[in-house]
């Protein structure tokens, strides 16, 4: 089951749309979570801990904080990375695309845009 997980730096649209096409969907938004102000490196390891999925727009230092993780030996659920201009609807379909057809495991330790250029 993929389980995701919206940063500070994700539109709230991008969360509110994705729930509201598919109510089963378990996306943790920033509220939720308390992730206002919270460092990168504590966002990762709060969704590493509950197997969730970063969403994000934070290209500048999510990417490079995840490859510390993983040059650490630490692991990660994925990290999906979206950017801003990106229109919203866009990315609820990839998002629910990913989250309907496919498997956790496909995404483990990979950072990725989303959707794809």
């Known amino acids: 089951m993929i389980r995701f997980l919206a940063d500070a730096s994700l539109r709230d649209a991008i969360v509110s749309g994705c729930l509201r096409r598919?109510?089963?969907i378990d996306f943790l938004s920033?509220?939720?979570a308390t992730l206002a102000g919270v460092p990168d490196p504590e966002v990762l390891a709060l969704a590493a801990?509950?197997?969730r999925i970063p969403v994000t727009s934070d290209w500048k230092t999510m990417p490079?904080?995840?490859g510390q993780l993983l040059e650490t030996g630490g692991s990660s659920a994925?990290?999906?990375l979206v950017k801003q201009h990106t229109p919203v609807a866009?990315?609820?379909e990839a998002l629910l695309l990913v989250w309907a057809a496919s498997d956790a495991d496909e995404w483990k330790n990979r950072m990725l845009e989303i959707p794809e250029s």
């Open 90 to 92: 866009d990315v609820i």
């Open 64 to 66: 490079r904080h995840s």
């Open 30 to 32: 920033t509220n939720d």
């Open 49 to 51: 801990a509950q197997s």
């Open 22 to 24: 598919e109510p089963a």
């Open 78 to 80: 994925g990290v999906f």
